[in-house]
């Protein structure tokens, strides 16, 4: 049976921003939920060691995100397993629809979806994920020292990472599908002159391949020739775009030409009442600090902008 179900702030999406945001929203005295599609954590709950965020030098990412929800969940934040079809306005509320039928109405709603890498989808990609196969340089880069590393993609994010990933690994080969990189000129330069940096040009990855537990190779295939080939690497970081999950709102919202919702300091979306933090927001750095900056940030302000709408509620009685 669906049910309507009233507070005073929805969160869409339990990751570190969305989290945080509920945790200063409860502390806030506000009836809160978060709804999250799996489990609390977003893309941290998925990821290794954790050894960039602060008080903790290094941490599972499935603990740290089970510690935020907690943490949480202790001041009185809700959360609640539900995929978000759409969020919409219904005058001065904001309705959160789910999959499961079950409608939340809120006084303001936090987006804090996130969003995903593109995926190569190719056999192995699925089944090597987590085992040598990773979306995240700075998050797994280290787990691959002094091993062959291949990196897919020509743009800003794979010449980037690959460059970052020499740190490790004994060499990165980029394999790139045409014979320019997207990337900057300025990122291509750095890559160039990096000795522990190669490319594969007009290539493909048809395959990735490994020994049941670990990566071992990736098939290849030129796209103007046709031949394959066979590539010994130790980790493949597919790098070939990433999408920002911010298509929920029925009304439309401002994003960038990447998709990134756009919001002001105060987490404002351009839709009154919707805020927006952390990956799915258009900004410099996609990191576990900043999000949970940002959900800071938008909890304090959907308050302020709650307080004005009882005040407003209270002159018209
Ligand atoms: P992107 O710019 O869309 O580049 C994706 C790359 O993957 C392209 O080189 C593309 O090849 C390749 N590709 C796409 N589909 C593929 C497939 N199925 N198989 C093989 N290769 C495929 O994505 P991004 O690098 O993730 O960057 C996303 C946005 O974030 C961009 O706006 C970027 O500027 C920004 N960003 C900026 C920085 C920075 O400024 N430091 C760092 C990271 C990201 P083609 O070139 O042939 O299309």
């Known amino acids: 049976m669906t049910q309507m179900m009233d507070y005073d702030v929805v969160i869409v999406g339990g990751g570190p921003g969305g989290l945080t945001a509920g945790l200063y929203t409860a502390r806030a005295n ?3 939920v978060c709804l999250e599609k799996y489990l609390p954590g977003g893309q941290i709950a998925v990821t290794g060691d954790v050894e960039d965020y602060p008080g903790f030098e290094r941490i599972q990412g499935a603990d740290l995100a089970m510690k935020f929800a907690d943490h949480a969940k202790s001041f009185g934040l809700e959360v609640r397993m539900e995929e978000v079809e759409e969020v919409y306005t219904d005058g001065d509320y904001r309705i959160t629809r789910c999959a499961s039928g079950n409608l ?17 989808s190719i056999p192995g990609e699925k089944e090597y994920t987590g085992k040598g196969v990773s979306y995240c340089a700075i998050c797994d880069g280290a787990f691959f020292r002094e091993k062959v590393i291949a990196v897919v993609g020509g743009g800003d994010a794979a010449v980037e990472e690959g460059t970052f990933l020499t740190k490790f690994a004994s ?23 990096n000795p522990k940096v190669e490319f594969i040009w007009d290539t493909v990855p048809e395959s990735i391949e490994g020994d049941g537990t ?58 009154a009442g919707i805020f927006a933090c952390g990956d799915v927001r258009a900004q410099l750095v996609r990191q576990i600090t900043n999000a949970v900056g940002d959900g800071t940030t938008a909890a304090v302000a959907a308050e302020k902008y709650i307080e004005a709408l009882e005040d407003k509620h209270a002159r018209r009685a």
């Open 30 to 32: 506000r009836k809160v």
């Open 214 to 271: 670990r990566v071992t190779h990736v098939m290849l295939k030129n796209v103007k020739t046709g031949e394959k080939s066979k590539l010994d690497v130790g980790a493949v970081f597919p790098y070939i775009g990433f999408r920002p999950n911010s298509g929920i709102t029925r009304e439309k919202l401002q994003t960038n030409e990447g998709g990134y919702i756009v919001t002001n300091d105060r987490m404002e979306t351009s839709l």
């Open 171 to 193: 060499k990165v080969i980029i394999i790139h599908r045409r014979d320019q990189l997207r990337a900057q000129k300025i990122i291509q330069q750095r890559a160039f002159d």
């Open 104 to 120: 939340y109405r809120g006084k303001a709603v936090i987006i804090s979806t996130g969003g995903s890498p593109v995926l190569l």
